[in-house]
């Protein structure tokens, strides 16, 4: 996989999800508290 796949597919998750950067992503994130249900150790 090439950077620039990586790039592209990063701006346009990005996009999608009206983020400007990766760590707003990550707040979004773990503001849904969603994440829980995928990686939960329970």
């Keep these: 996989m090439s950077?620039?796949?990586?790039e592209i597919h990063?701006?346009?998750v990005?996009?999608?999800m009206r983020v400007s950067n990766v760590s707003q992503l990550?707040?979004?994130v773990?503001?849904?508290g969603r994440y829980r249900e995928?990686?939960?150790?329970?």
């Design 14 to 16: 990005l996009h999608k």
């Design 38 to 42: 995928r990686f939960s150790t329970d």
């Design 10 to 12: 990063r701006a346009r």
């Design 30 to 32: 773990l503001s849904t």
């Design 26 to 28: 990550v707040r979004l």
């Design 3 to 6: 950077t620039r796949t990586v």
